[in-house]
Structure formats: C-alpha cells, structure tokens
C-alpha cells in the first residue's frame, strides 16, 4: 500500500509565506514526477507545479516567480514553497505522484487547506 501525506498548510496573511510538504511511503519501487494541485470552492481542481525525477519544473502561470518546487528522492518527499501569496490562492493543495509500486500509478494525498486572508 502506498500512501502520501501532506503537511504544511494553514492561514497566512496576504503577502506571507507557507511550505507544504509531502512524503510518501509504502511499497515504492521507483517514483516518477510528483507534483502539487489545487482546487478552490467551486472550482476545477488545477496543477500548481510538477517536479520530474530529473529536476525539471513545470509551474502554471499564476505562481511563477512565487512558488518554487523540489523533491528529494532518496527521502521520498516532495515541496512547494510558496512565497508572496495573494488571497487568490486560497484553496485546498493535493500532492500527487506517479508512483510505481507493483504497476505504476497515480497517487494523490488527503489535501491540506491553505488560507490566504487580505
């Protein structure tokens, strides 16, 4: 069984900061790219970053410059530092990753809620 658990979110004021981290365990033989998404109230959930297990870096436009990605693959872990946040990033984050146990497949984490008050 292979499971991902988010930690790292909470409330941050406008212009804050906040670093989410995601680890993942179980019966792992390799893992491919990992990433982190969002999905705010009544909104499609979206692709935040992606990170491949080359270090190659994927961002969707409204957080260039702002978030940042990295993983550590001997720790299995995955993160999103996130600075300068604006209230428009309020939403719940879902780390995912394509994760090869027995067969390969996607992932996904409990979520965690990140606040961002103006």
């Known amino acids: 069984q292979v499971q991902l658990v988010e930690s790292g979110g909470g409330l941050v004021q406008a212009g804050g900061s906040l670093r989410l981290s995601c680890v993942a365990s179980?019966?792992?033989?390799?893992?491919?790219?990992m990433g982190w998404y969002r999905q705010a109230p009544g909104k499609q959930r979206e692709l935040v970053a992606i990170?491949?297990?080359?270090?190659?870096?994927t961002y969707v436009d409204s957080v260039k410059g702002r978030f940042t990605i990295s993983r550590d693959n001997a720790k299995n872990t995955v993160s999103l530092q996130m600075n300068s946040l604006k209230p428009e990033d309020t939403a719940v984050y879902y780390c995912n990753a394509r994760i090869r146990s027995v067969v390969e497949y996607d992932y996904w984490g409990q979520g965690t809620q990140v606040t961002v008050s103006s």
């Open positions: 179980g019966r792992i033989s390799s893992i491919n790219r």
């Open positions: 990170i491949t297990r080359d270090d190659s870096t």
